[in-house]
């Protein structure tokens, strides 16, 4: 289906684009939006129209996203959430708990401009990305740690994963140099019986 855009939208086109998407994309989200219109003779003459009123919008919008991400950019914030000992959530941290936190810090964001791929699932810092408008996006630093201390601890820049990877892999060279041990002592002994 061929659509007109009535705002920029990334990876498909700019304001005023005429652009093909499929039937479903169109019918489930561009047009109940209001993010496009379909393709015809009478709405790229009723889009012409109102492109200045459309322009002046999106210009706004814009301008208030701006001072927004002039506001959150940069901010960090610090969720703590239970953990096993190598990192790893029990559960995980998704958009709407960021948004949710976020919101609580008086910043009105839609769990929608949480640019998240997929939910983040281990301690540690992580950087965000924002999406205010489709031309303006910030990102927004997360501490995820088990405790506040231990957030405190990953602010000031230690690995708090890797020191406990670390113990256990000594912790696991210890058992294995002690068994190692143990299996060469009885061979020892068979030999001295030989010999003897």
């Known amino acids: 289906m061929d659509v007109i855009l009535l705002e920029r939208i990334p990876r498909l086109g700019q304001m005023g684009d005429v652009v093909r998407v ?8 561009l047009l109940p939006q ?23 919008r999106n210009l706004e ?18 969720v703590v959430r239970q953990a096993g000992e190598t990192g790893q959530l029990y559960g995980s941290v998704s ?18 401009q949480v640019a998240l791929n997929q939910p983040i699932k281990t301690i540690g810092l992580h950087t965000v990305e924002i999406v205010l408008h489709p031309e303006v996006t910030t990102t927004v630093s997360v501490n995820i740690a088990r405790s506040a ?4 601890r990953q602010a000031r820049g230690e690995d708090l994963t890797q020191r406990e990877t670390f113990a256990a892999e000594v912790e696991e060279e210890a058992e294995e140099a002690a068994e ?11 030999t001295e019986e030989a010999q003897g």
């Not at 919008?61 to 610090?78: I, M, P, Y």
């Not at 190692?180 to 068979?190: I, Q, S, T, Y």
């Open 22 to 29: 499929r039937d479903g994309f169109a019918r489930n989200f």
């Open 149 to 152: 201390d231990e957030a405190e």
């Open 95 to 112: 958009t709407r708990d960021l948004a949710e936190m976020i919101t609580g810090a008086g910043f009105s964001i839609a769990r929608n």
């Open 61 to 78: 919008r814009r301008q208030e996203a701006e001072a927004v991400a002039g506001k959150l950019g940069g901010h960090s914030f610090v």
């Open 180 to 190: 190692g041990e143990a299996a060469e002592a009885p061979a020892e002994d068979e």
């Open 34 to 56: 209001g993010k496009a219109l379909r393709a015809s003779e009478a709405n790229k003459v009723r889009f012409e129209g109102q492109r200045a009123q459309l322009e002046a």
